[in-house]
């Protein structure tokens, strides 16, 4: 229930995200996918720390091992690219989600967590188009391996579980992409 909600509310969103960072482009280039992994690693970092500082006990080993910033330094840096590089000129600043109720927090771990499924179809379109392999510059997307579905899993199970308040859940949703997504636009 409340996943078919998240999915249905916040499809417009993913899809604004996806268009950002446009990583099936034809026109990608290594150049190019190097500033949208510095656009992701900028957003990402504040927002996993957000994520650890919130987790709400009863998620605690849900959360285990899902950190990734990590993943997108060591991408950078495989790929020779500075972790620090924005666009130069004004970007607007994004607002961190409000995870301070345990709902929104597995809302904001939703979008968080949804982007290893699309991560499976970007890592297969890199090695092609890029002739990659063994994870290079894309240990990120690659998520958890042949481990995304079963860690995918857990995830809707708990957004499954009786007596959330799905409004709670929607709306952590819905602003963790609004500030991936300014966050994404200042940059890219
Ligand atoms: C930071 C960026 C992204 C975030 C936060 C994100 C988030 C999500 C979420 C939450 C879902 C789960 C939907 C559901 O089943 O309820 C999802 C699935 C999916 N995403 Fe993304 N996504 C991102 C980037 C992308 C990009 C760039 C693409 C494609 C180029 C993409 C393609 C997909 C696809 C194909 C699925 C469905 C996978 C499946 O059902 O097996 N995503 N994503």
């Not at 602003?175 to 994404?184: D, K």
């Amino acid at each position: 229930m409340v996943l078919s909600r998240l999915r249905e509310e916040t499809r417009a969103q993913h899809r604004r995200v996806e268009d950002l960072l446009a990583l099936l482009s034809p026109a990608m280039t290594v150049r190019g996918y190097c500033r949208v992994l510095q656009a992701m690693h900028a957003a990402w970092l504040p927002l996993e720390a957000a994520l650890e500082k919130h987790c709400p006990a009863q998620y605690a080993d849900l959360w285990r091992g899902r950190q990734r910033a990590h993943r997108l330094e060591a991408d950078l840096a495989a790929l020779g690219c500075d972790r620090d590089a924005s666009r130069p000129g004004p970007f607007q600043p994004a607002s961190l989600p409000d995870l301070s109720t345990a709902a929104a927090w597995l809302g904001a771990l939703y979008v968080t967590e949804g982007s290893t499924l699309g991560g499976q179809q970007i890592s297969r379109h890199l090695e092609r188009k890029f002739g990659w392999s063994a994870g290079r510059g894309h240990t990120f997307f690659l998520g958890y391996g042949e481990r995304t579905g079963e860690r995918w899993r857990a995830v809707q199970q708990a957004l499954e579980a009786p007596g959330l308040d799905g409004n709670q859940v929607v709306n952590g949703a819905h602003q963790t992409f609004s500030y991936l997504e300014v966050s994404f636009a200042g940059r890219l």
